[in-house]
Nanobody
């Protein structure tokens, strides 16, 4: 099992940047493919980005390509999401997710979420 805890959310003006972190418990972080999802009020949860277990492959939703970058530091058991050029439509609760295996397919583990609010 792995427990996930997000941090780094907050209020930022449009065009600004934030970096989200997701700290994972345990010594098996390297076994998990990881990703970020978000959910805006009144909307369904949406995929944002994913990273393979090895870290060799990344996937980003079209809506964030060129602005957001997912990365991981296995030595620190931490997943990151660097968010640049933020837009008001990026406002949502951001969740970290994981499943065992090379690719993020159907996450079994979720964090509690961190709020990101982008003002216009």
């Amino acid at each position: 099992q792995v427990q996930l805890e997000e941090s780094g959310g907050g209020l930022v003006q449009a065009g600004g940047s934030l970096r989200l972190s997701c700290a994972a418990s345990g010594r098996t972080f390297r076994r998990y493919a990881m990703g970020w999802f978000r959910q805006a009020p009144g909307k369904e949860r949406q995929f944002v980005a994913a990273l393979s277990r090895s870290g060799g492959r990344t996937y980003h939703a079209d809506s964030v390509k060129g602005r957001f970058t997912i990365s991981r530091d296995n030595a620190k058991n931490t997943l990151y999401l660097q968010m640049n050029m933020l837009k008001p439509e990026d406002t949502a609760v951001y969740y970290c997710a994981a499943n065992e295996g090379e690719k993020l397919v159907s996450p079994d583990y979720w964090g509690q979420g961190t709020q990101v609010t982008v003002s216009s």
